[in-house]
């Protein structure tokens, strides 16, 4: 009898083979593009930064062409070469013996519900075991809660299939699509998108027709994107189970994890197929799941690599955990023989880029013949380029020190790691809803994201690993992280319910159903936005504004600028974009000295309305440097990595309103002599329960709950000596204190307007 994992390699090894034979389509003369540029410039991918040297060519044949649509199409051998060296790590991945039963599985029923161990090759894996499939004539969507994963994951994949990826060439199979930046075509077979991005395709494309499966992954995660798209997919699962979705081959649904509650996820989607299965006799009865049903639904388990990982706890609490991190980096260093490389994990990219600084002083005073110590930052904010230095080969007589978040606890694998240094927090959003504010705060972590995190540490050899917490401190984590639908500002998450026609939402399918005061929080939120008629349904606008990829006050600020009695939505887009980078513009300075250089450089870009015409001028100023943009930016001491980011961003949005009609061609691109009073009116317009009144003693009360803030100290509004009598904020921070962020100047009489609009009188 054949050995079944032989057959599986065999097959598995043929089908790779095939791959990046792209197969030939003829494309009818009448759409074949005009000859000229436009054919040359498809020939030979652009971007392409692996195209061959004339060394990497060595033995193979030269580079190959196929014809698609009509065109020829360089296929590199290099790429090929990758991929075939890249085929025994994959068969080494514990997956790989299971590819049969997953393609089984999803042949005869239409949900599988996939565990395995973080590493075992799932994000990578599943994806190309099912594109061969007959069932699969579409895409395949895997979704990521973050950015850098669906990136760094679609650059594997394509390297894997020996395909280009992304926007390198049009028939690039392996795609990727995240917010602000689309790089996946016609031709993509495999798309890495962020859950956001999923949730947009289905407000275009409700019953994901584009689709042949959607690979749901990361789901202990458990955003709050997450559990509206399983929402949604069970929805969609019903009505194909019960016959009412007609489709050639059904949609098939994948939900991966590394340590989900299997069962509950089970029940989740059999009490789907029950629910659509009952007849309206027994439509309010509750009803058992049966056998039956609950067989629809398969289930995986992949057995994951481990190797032992010692533990060691700090014997007293410390609050410095940059420091004790420091220390213990440099202990292993010294100690410990090569290689290993050390995986720290730290709350945000302030700690991080502090951590960084350190490391790299104290390792430029280190004795020549040591080996060297190589600070990687690893952080959702962080340029692409950058990112991917983390997946590069350690050089030679050098251990690697990558500090990061906890995109590294489960997203995003770095190998070579021996050593975990975890300082049991992270960064975590958290709806106040007595304040109606959403702030970002640094708290503990819990058991399980602990246990992640040390499990970093032994995936490719026995590990260690450090908690900056002592061991009492361990056993008070709660045992599991609460999902974040729990905990966050729904407003965004209804709009997008809504628009996709779930008018209901009190009876929307969630995995955990939020508290019913959050919900109408929200509700209450969209109400004051514009976006729902009074009988709760969507109307035009909230349709709009659900289509912007932005919260919805954002979005709400960009419709109100299109209005043509404001006129300014180029300036609201510029100062939107700024606003959503998630770098600062406007660094913190480390020196006292340079702190005054700074400000004596910055002042021609404040301006006294405040923060946001402060970044509406930088942003434009910055546009307009043609020469040398870096130099501006150090003559004027603001991130150039921050303002590349805000121009990407910027197209984005310009575009978006552009496909959204907001936008149309004849408007100038830019605005001589910006008029802020409706800049600023617009701003209001959103951010309307942002803001706060001058109180008789100089302080500030906001308007909606009579709370207490403060100025934040990087506002260029901070110490004013004449104070505005009225002020609207875009962030809010609550440390010892609350705090208003990114702060403008308003009247009162314009509070007043909006809240004839908001409060119906
Ligand atoms: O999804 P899961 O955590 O189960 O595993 P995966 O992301 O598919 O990763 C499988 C292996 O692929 C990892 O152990 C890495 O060696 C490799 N990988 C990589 O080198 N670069 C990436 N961007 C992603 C994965």
Redesign the pocket.
Known sequence: KEDPNKLAKARELSEASKEPQIQIAKTPKSEQPQKGREEKRLEKPRNDHRKPTDQSTKGHTGPRHTLIGGHTFYQSPHLIKRRDELLP?RQA?P?WSQADAIRKRLRETNVLVLT??????????VPQFLQSEDWCTKTIAITQPRRV?AI??A??VAEEMGSLFGTQSPAAKVGYSVRFDNASGPKTKIKFLTEGMLLQDMLRDPDMKQYSAVVV?EVHERSVNVDLILGFLRNVVSRIENGKEARKHPLKVVV?S?TADVEGLVDFFAEGVNEARKTPATLSEPTAISQAVRDRISTCF?EGRQFPVKTTYLPEPTLDWVESALKIIFQIHYKEPLPGDVLVFLTGQDKIEALEKLVNDYAAAMDKDMPKLLALPLFAALPQHAQQRI?QPTPYRTRKVILATNIAE?S??V?GVRFVIDCGKSKIKQYRSNLGLESLLAKPISRSAAIQRKGRAG?EAPGQCYRLYTEDEYKTLEERTTPEILRCDLSQSLLTMKARGVNDVLNFPFLDRPPQETLGKALMQLFHLGALNEDGTVNDLGIKMAKLPVTPTLARIIVEAARPERDCLLDVVDIISALSTEDSIFFNIATEEKREQAEEARKNLYRREGDHMTFLVTVQQYAEEQTDRKAWCERHFVSHRAMQNVMNIRKQLRQQCTSLKLLTPEMPTSSSSPNTDAILACILRGFISNTARLCPDGSYKTFFHNQLVAVHPGSVMHGRKNKAEAIVFSEFLYTNKSYAKKVSAVQMNWIEDVMKEVVPI
């Not at 395995?116 to 894996?125: A, R, Y």
């Open positions: 790590k991945l997956i395995g161990e973080t590493g075992s090759g799932k994000s990578t894996q994963a760094s994951l650059r594997r992954d991966m590394a992949v997946f489960t995003v694998t190998p995936r």
